[in-house]
Every structure is written in structure tokens, then in C-alpha cells.
């Protein structure tokens, strides 16, 4: 059971971060991409099953979030950022 | 006049970034401004899609080239482009790193890392390593060896 709840977290921190880079502003890309990394980072120790269910649950809002934002913002594109190469 | 123009287009060759299609966007731009001098105007024409045609090969390399397929990857190519990709990693010390050496035994990573070594691993060779995979590419020599097997590159 902990194998595949292991699994279930690699796949979601998969999906998160495919999804984090497709934004297309700079801001809200490096934002998302570091929050996720951090957040995963700091709830790595955590062993309690309705903990890491919660933790899942809430990662799970969160890509959905992020891939609403995206399309958002993939409507309404600027200029690109004079820092991004 | 028409050496302000030619500045302006060397300029924009210049860019890195530049494609060949956005370089050829520039002459018409650059054309309305020497359109007022006749006689220079075609010398100046003759010279930018001479320029257009020669500069952005030798300064850009790849990213210029005039086909439309990638250079044919080796084993050699894969293992330099997955080395060098590892080594811009911050969490990878780069003196310890060998084609050899395991993620989490001799490098000390963990397995978030390892995806995210992987995802960077996808986008820097373009193409989708699906997630039952991707968990047992532990070290770069495993990496080189599937995406040789995935793009048919002779061993």
C-alpha cells in the first residue's frame, strides 16, 4: 500500500511541474515551479495516512488550479519578459 | 542611409534567438526606410539577402539551420548532452560526477530529485518518458542506454 501511495505522490509532483512550466508569464512559471518543488520538500518527512491523504488531496486541487490558469493565460499572452532568453 | 539599414539588419541577425523566418520579416521593415534613395536601394537589397543567406549559419549554428530535421544523434552526443545537463543541476556536485555514479547511493539525491533530473532529461531531448520508466533510470549511463533504445541509435 505504501508503494503505490509513493507512486501516487511521485505522479502528481510529475504533473505539477509539467503543468507549472506550460505557463506562458515568466512570473507566475518560476512561481509555480519553485512552490511546488519547496512545498513537496517541506512535507517530505510526513508518514501519517490521513496527512499525506489530505496532502494528496489538496496537490490535486492545486494542479487543477494550475492547469485552469494556464489556459487562462495561454488566451491573454503578452510579450515576452525581457529576462527569459 | 543604407548603412544605418544594413547596422539595424546585422543587429538583428546577430540576436541568438533569431529564426530565419523573423530575419526575412526584418528586410521588408528595413525596405520602407531606404525606400526614399533609389540608387542605393538595390545595392542594399543585393547585400541583405546576401547577408540573410550567409550570416546566421556560421554565428548560431544549430538553431539557423535551413532543414528542418535535428542533427542525427549518437551515443556519444547523448551521453555529452545528458552529462552536461546533470552538471547544471545545483544539487549535483559536478567533480563527483561519472556516467556510473547512482542518484541516490553516490550522489545523495532523493526521489523528487530523480523526477526532476528526468523531466529535465525530456525536455532537453523532446520527447515524452512515461512515469514507470522514468522511476528506474537511476543512473546517466541508464539514461543514455533507454533514450539510445527510444531513438534508434545504432550501439
Not at chain 2, 61 to 82: F, H, N
Not at chain 2, 136 to 153: F, G, H, N, R
Request: aromatic fraction near 8%.
Amino acid at each position: 500500500m505504501a508503494a503505490s501511495v509513493r507512486a501516487q505522490v511521485i505522479s502528481l509532483y510529475r504533473a505539477l511541474l509539467a503543468e507549472s512550466k506550460s505557463f506562458p508569464s515568466y512570473n507566475y512559471r518560476t512561481y509555480a515551479v519553485r512552490r511546488v518543488r519547496d512545498a513537496f520538500r517541506a512535507n517530505r518527512k510526513v508518514k501519517d495516512p490521513q496527512a499525506v491523504e489530505r496532502l494528496m488531496v489538496e496537490g490535486q486541487q492545486t494542479l487543477a488550479l494550475i492547469q485552469r490558469q494556464v489556459s487562462i493565460g495561454k488566451m491573454y499572452e503578452t510579450q515576452k519578459n525581457v529576462v527569459e532568453d | 542611409m543604407a548603412a544605418r539599414v544594413l547596422q539595424q539588419c546585422v543587429r538583428t541577425l546577430a540576436r541568438p534567438s533569431l529564426r530565419l523566418s523573423a530575419a526575412n520579416l526584418a528586410a521588408p521593415s528595413a525596405a520602407p526606410s531606404a525606400a526614399p534613395h533609389r540608387p542605393v536601394s538595390f545595392a542594399a537589397d543585393s547585400r541583405r539577402t546576401r547577408w540573410l543567406g550567409l550570416s546566421p549559419v556560421p554565428s548560431v549554428g544549430v538553431l539557423c539551420r535551413q532543414y528542418s530535421d535535428l542533427p542525427p544523434l549518437t551515443l556519444e552526443t547523448i551521453k555529452d548532452r545528458v552529462l552536461y545537463v546533470l552538471k547544471l543541476y545545483d544539487k549535483i556536485n559536478p567533480e563527483n560526477l561519472q556516467t556510473t555514479s547512482h542518484f541516490m547511493k553516490d550522489l545523495g539525491l532523493d526521489s523528487l530529485d530523480q523526477v526532476e533530473i528526468i523531466m529535465a532529461m525530456e525536455d532537453e531531448f523532446g520527447f515524452e518518458i512515461p512515469d514507470g520508466e522514468a522511476e528506474k533510470l537511476m543512473t546517466p549511463e541508464e539514461i543514455v542506454q533507454y533514450i539510445a533504445d527510444k531513438k534508434d541509435v545504432y550501439e
